[in-house]
């Protein structure tokens, strides 16, 4: 997903299963981006999706945790420069 501001967010899990986000900052064909964020540990990250709240300038991680019996889980981020925090 891109903003308004040229910043793309990538909301993965990483071998382990654990949640992770990145912001990457487009400039013509070439993305750049900042270091590996966790928003969730323990392996158990699993569907994820995110979608971007440009009224509020916020990003939404929806996934389901299977830490806590596969229940839908979300979490608000914020983005600053090439960095998220939740």
Same mark, same amino acid.
Do not use: L, P, Q, W
């Given at each position: 997903?891109?903003?308004?501001?040229?910043?793309?967010?990538?909301a #993965?899990r990483?071998?382990?299963? !654990?949640?992770r986000a990145?912001?990457?900052t487009?400039?013509? @064909?070439?993305?750049?981006?900042? /270091?590996?964020v966790t928003?969730n540990?323990g392996g158990?990250?699993h #569907?994820?999706?995110?979608?971007? !709240?440009?009224t509020n300038?916020?990003?939404v991680?929806a996934y @389901?945790d299977g830490?806590?019996? /596969?229940?839908?889980?979300a979490?608000?981020g914020t983005?600053?420069?090439?960095?998220?925090?939740?």
């Amino acid at each position: 997903m891109v903003s308004t501001n040229n910043k793309v967010i990538v909301a #993965y899990r990483n071998a382990n299963s !654990d949640g992770r986000a990145r912001v990457g900052t487009v400039s013509g @064909t070439n993305i750049t981006f900042g /270091s590996e964020v966790t928003f969730n540990s323990g392996g158990s990250a699993h #569907y994820i999706s995110c979608v971007y !709240d440009s009224t509020n300038e916020k990003v939404v991680i929806a996934y @389901t945790d299977g830490g806590n019996s /596969s229940d839908g889980t979300a979490i608000v981020g914020t983005v600053s420069g090439t960095s998220i925090s939740f």
